[in-house]
Every structure is written in C-alpha cells, then in structure tokens.
C-alpha cells in the first residue's frame, strides 16, 4: 500500500551545517509530495511541495527535488540555523486526497 | 498562522465520556480533514469532508463521527473514549479535495482522556 519512509532521528547537527533528511515513497501514479515542519507545540507548517517528476521545491533555503526513477524527496539545505529545529514529516498526496505521512524526523540544531 | 482555527486547545476527560472537536477552514477552502497523531502511530487520516458531503474515510473507529456544516466548519465527535484516544488531533483543510492541493493545518487539540 501507499507508504513514506524517512531516516529515522534525532538528527543533530552544529549551526551552519548541511541537512539532509531522506526521504522515499511508495504510491500509485506520480502524486504531490511534500515537506512539512512541526515546531515544538504547533501544528504542522508546509514548508515546501513538488507535483511532477523533476520538479524542485523550495522555501526557506531548504530545497528537495521530485525523483521519479528513485521515488524519492530528499529535503536540503545548506546551512542550519537553531531555529530551524523542529520535527520535519515527508508525505505524499493519496488517492483519497489526504495526505500520508512519514514517521517523522527530529532535528536539533546547537549552536 | 495557517488560517485554520481549533477549538479547545487542550481538552481532559474520563474513560467513556464523549468530547466535540472544532474546526473552522481557511477562507475560502472547501475541503476539511481530520487527522490523529500519536507517538505510537504517528500521523493518521481519519476522514475528509467537501463542501459539507463526506469524502474520504481512512482509519477512523466506528466511535467516532465527523460533520461539516453549511458555513463549512467541521466537528469531530469522538465518543466511548479510551485510553488510547489520547492523542493530537489535527484539522486540515484545502481548497480542493485533490491530492495535488496542498493541506493547511490547524494548532490541533490535545485529548487526554483518564
């Protein structure tokens, strides 16, 4: 069935590091794909989305590319500020117009 | 802020009791989900509504119902409660029902029950 796998955390990382945080579906078709953050007691924020193949989504200097071939959207970005810990959820559109939802990966950034 | 609006924030209850969730769409979004987080099963679907009609359902116990009425505001009623039901719950909505429109979240509301 529909499924999204991302890295297990918590990920920790010093300030002005590079992320990654990978990212893998499984679906019907091709479907929108995206990244969403969740502060600590918020809800979830979009941060970024791709609806086709090759496609790169971007916002807030992080960035993640639609991989059709690897069925993948791994999110990027450059350089990390504390204030981008947060928990970070990779999901892709399903056939019943919800969206499905990967496990979750806690990020920490120290200073 | 998403635009999306929840009511009570936070909510504690007994084992059996019956609770009523709100939620009040972006302007203009005709589509409205309800989901559950919990630390065991992470993010779950429970049932989508447009424009008032039932769209979608995903994993959602027979103890529990939702409505969308005309002014587009949804309510998820959860009933018998559990244990188990202590959660998030998070309302979404979007402007469409389709998988390529993005969802706007609510803040959620935190159920415990006792």
């Known amino acids: 069935g529909d499924s999204v796998t991302q890295m297990e955390g918590p990920v920790t990382l010093s300030e002005e590091a590079f992320l990654t945080i990978n990212c893998t579906y499984t679906?019907?078709?091709?479907?929108?794909l995206f990244w969403y953050v969740q502060y600590p007691g918020e809800g979830l924020q979009l941060l970024l989305k791709?609806?086709?193949?090759?496609d790169k989504g971007s916002n807030k200097g992080f960035e993640a590319t639609y991989r059709k071939e690897t069925t993948s959207f791994h999110l990027e970005k450059g350089s990390v500020q504390v204030s981008d810990s947060a928990v970070y959820f990779c999901a892709h559109g399903g056939s019943q117009g919800n969206l499905i939802f990967g496990k979750g990966t806690k990020l920490s950034v120290k200073p | 802020d998403s635009g999306v609006t929840q009511t009570p924030k936070h909510l504690i209850t007994a084992t059996g009791q019956r609770v009523t969730l709100r939620c009040s769409p972006r302007s203009g979004d005709l589509s409205v989900y309800w989901y559950q987080q919990s630390l065991d099963q992470g993010l779950q679907f429970l049932i989508q509504?447009?424009?008032?009609?039932?769209?979608a359902k995903g994993n959602i116990l027979e103890r529990f119902s939702a409505q969308q009425f005309p002014d587009l505001h949804s309510e998820l009623n959860l009933s018998s409660l559990e244990l188990g039901d202590s959660a998030l719950y998070f309302c979404?909505?979007?402007?469409?029902?389709?998988?390529?429109?993005?969802?706007?979240f609510g803040p959620g509301t935190r159920l415990t029950v006792t």
């Open positions: 791709a609806t086709k193949a090759d």
């Open positions: 679906a019907t078709g091709y479907p929108s």
């Open positions: 979404a909505s979007s402007v469409s029902g389709g998988q390529s429109y993005e969802q706007y």
């Open positions: 509504y447009y424009n008032g009609e039932e769209r």
